[in-house]
Each structure stands twice: as structure tokens, then as C-alpha cells.
């Protein structure tokens, strides 16, 4: 709800936003609604690249431009599954107060970290009030509750409680109360534990069967956590002609040029992890496999 109730208060048709070449296609849809221009930055192991979004920047103001706002899913992007280490972060941020823009934080998956070190949040490390940080209780808890919240400048956040108001009045107090009590017994740490330990299973059984049965030429990321993994076709081949072949074989994916606001990305596709078994993540894997060699 929070990636409808900010472009609700910031956008204006026609207005820029600038978000990740691939980027959660839920956001871009709920901007593409309010009639948001969408300039998309190139990512690299390390997520949105700063260099490019400082040339970006730089042309927009050179134009008399000034963007609403960054959209940046820094922990385990959807769809690439990549973190963004403090140091980048660090430079994006730098960039947001030089150019005096808004950075929305998208966070939802960042409490189902399997390895590495957690990050600090952008919204910590900034300090200025140009962050906003959004998170959910979706992924960790009951996705039916729809809880979730965002953390602000306090002017942001009055707005954003006068657009909530007007959307549904308020998140009901019954489903944040069974939430507060199931944390305070601390049954949610134990739990999430538990989502964890499955994910990463799933994850590591996914993982293996693309280093088991893919063709030389496929890449893939490798995730430290959240749900998904995006992988990238040789140049010249395209998903969605994949697809076609794949859906024969009872295997799905969804197709990688939607994340991406240019339209580019054909040769891509994003793939979910925590829902199947680790069989059927051998299974599908295997599946898709033999699709791109009759692709190829």
C-alpha cells in the first residue's frame, strides 16, 4: 500500500522517477498509475549503479529537471536477488543530498537473510530526512494481515497518514493486535528461524541443480537471501520465446523484460525459490535446463 499512497503524494502526471534496470514490477505499475515517468539506471553485482545514476542526475538538472524521487530495493532486489553493500549505498545517498532527492527504501525481504553480514538500512546511515523506508510483515509473518509500515521524516509521514485515511481509514487494529501479541510472546523470532533455515535449503537446491543441468552461457545470481534469482539468457536469445518451450515442459518463470521500465531485458527471467519443494526445484531446473537447449 505504501508504494500506492507515495507516488499518490509526490507524483504528478508526467513527473520523473528513477529506479533500477530490473526493478519489483509491483512499484512500477503503482507509479505508471499515477502517471510517472520512469528513468531507469543500469545495476551491477552491487545493485544501482552510482556512476550512471550521477550522470542521470547531472542531465536532469542541466535540463531543469529534478526526479521525485530514487526507488531502491537494496536487500535482495526483486527480482535480481542482489544486496547493495554500505559502501554503495553510501554513494547513493551522497547523491541524494547533492542533487536534493528523495530515495524511497523498498525493504521487504530483508529480515530472510541466510549468510553474509546484514546491511545497514539507507534510512540509518542517511540521517537528513531524503530517505523513506518502507518494510512488511508479508514475507515473515501472515501475508493475509497485510502489515506493514514506513519510517519518515515526520512531514512525510503526516501526509502519508492523510492519503491512508482517505484509502481505507486504517490497518485493522484487530490483525495489528494479534501481531503485537504474537511478537511479544516471541513467537516470531522462533519462527522466523524456521523460514529462514527452509529458504535457504530451497535456495542451495535451486542453486545446485543451475550448476547441474544449465548450458555453458546461462548466468544466474546467487542471493544471501529474500526469495528469488534472476537469470540471464545468452545475448540473442529471448525469455519470451523460453517461455513457449518451458510451459510444455510444465514449468513457469516469469519473463524479465517486465522489470525493466526501458523494455530491455529480453534475454532474462525471474525465478521463485521458496515455494517448492527441493525435488521440484531439482525438477524444474532440470526442465527449463532442457528448454534453452532446444532454444539454443
Known amino acids: 500500500q505504501a508504494l500506492d499512497l507515495i507516488p499518490k503524494i509526490f507524483i504528478n502526471p508526467g513527473d520523473k522517477i528513477i529506479c533500477g534496470l530490473p526493478?519489483?514490477?509491483?512499484?512500477?505499475s503503482a507509479f505508471s498509475t499515477y502517471g510517472a515517468q520512469m528513468v531507469g539506471i543500469k545495476l551491477d553485482d552491487k545493485g544501482?549503479?552510482?556512476?550512471?545514476?550521477?550522470?542521470?542526475?547531472?542531465?536532469?538538472?542541466?535540463?531543469?529537471e529534478n526526479p521525485k524521487f530514487i526507488y531502491i530495493i537494496p536487500d535482495f532486489q526483486n527480482p535480481?536477488?542482489?544486496?547493495?553493500?554500505?559502501?554503495?549505498?553510501?554513494?547513493?545517498?551522497?547523491?541524494?543530498?547533492?542533487?536534493?532527492?528523495?530515495?524511497?527504501?523498498?525493504?521487504?525481504?530483508?529480515?530472510?537473510?541466510?549468510?553474509?553480514e546484514p546491511q545497514r538500512t539507507m534510512y540509518e546511515l542517511?540521517?537528513?530526512?531524503?530517505?523513506?523506508?518502507?518494510?512488511?510483515m508479508s514475507k515473515i509473518?501472515?501475508?493475509?494481515?497485510?502489515?506493514?509500515?514506513?519510517?519518515a521524516h515526520e512531514d512525510i509521514i503526516d501526509k502519508i497518514v492523510m492519503a491512508k485515511q482517505a484509502t481505507d481509514l486504517c490497518t485493522s487494529p484487530f490483525v495489528q493486535k494479534i501481531a503485537a501479541k504474537y511478537i511479544d510472546k516471541g513467537y516470531f523470532d522462533e519462527n522466523l528461524?524456521?523460514?529462514?533455515?527452509?529458504y535457504r535449503i530451497k535456495r542451495d537446491a535451486m542453486l545446485e541443480a543451475f550448476r547441474k543441468y544449465m548450458p555453458e552461457g546461462v548466468s544466474w545470481t546467487e542471493p544471501e537471501g529474500g526469495l528469488f534469482l534472476f537469470l540471464t539468457l545468452p545475448e540473442g536469445m529471448k525469455s519470451e520465446d523460453l517461455f513457449k518451450i518451458a510451459i510444455e515442459q510444465k514449468v513457469a518463470f516469469v519473463l524479465g523484460h517486465v522489470f525493466h521500465c526501458d523494455?530491455?531485458?529480453?534475454?532474462?527471467?525471474?525465478?521463485?525459490?521458496?515455494?517448492?519443494?527441493?525435488?521440484?526445484?531439482d525438477e524444474g531446473?532440470?526442465?527449463?535446463?532442457?528448454?534453452?537447449?532446444?532454444?539454443?
Do not use: C
Open 126 to 136: 542517511d540521517g537528513t530526512g531524503h530517505v523513506i523506508l518502507l518494510g512488511t
Open 23 to 28: 526493478s519489483y514490477l509491483g512499484g512500477l
Open 80 to 116: 535480481a536477488g542482489i544486496t547493495m553493500p554500505e559502501s554503495r549505498r553510501l554513494e547513493i545517498i551522497e547523491l541524494a543530498r547533492r542533487f536534493d532527492v528523495l530515495i524511497v527504501e523498498d525493504s521487504p525481504y530483508r529480515e530472510l537473510r541466510f549468510e553474509g
Open 141 to 151: 509473518f501472515v501475508p493475509g494481515f497485510r502489515i506493514g509500515w514506513v519510517v
Open 193 to 198: 528461524k524456521k523460514i529462514i533455515s527452509s
Open 263 to 281: 523494455g530491455s531485458g529480453q534475454n532474462t527471467m525471474r525465478l521463485n525459490f521458496s515455494f517448492m519443494s527441493e525435488a521440484k526445484n
Open 48 to 64: 544501482m549503479r552510482a556512476d550512471l545514476l550521477e550522470q542521470e542526475l547531472e542531465k536532469m538538472k542541466a535540463n531543469g
Open 285 to 296: 531446473v532440470k526442465r527449463l535446463a532442457d528448454a534453452v537447449r532446444q532454444l539454443m
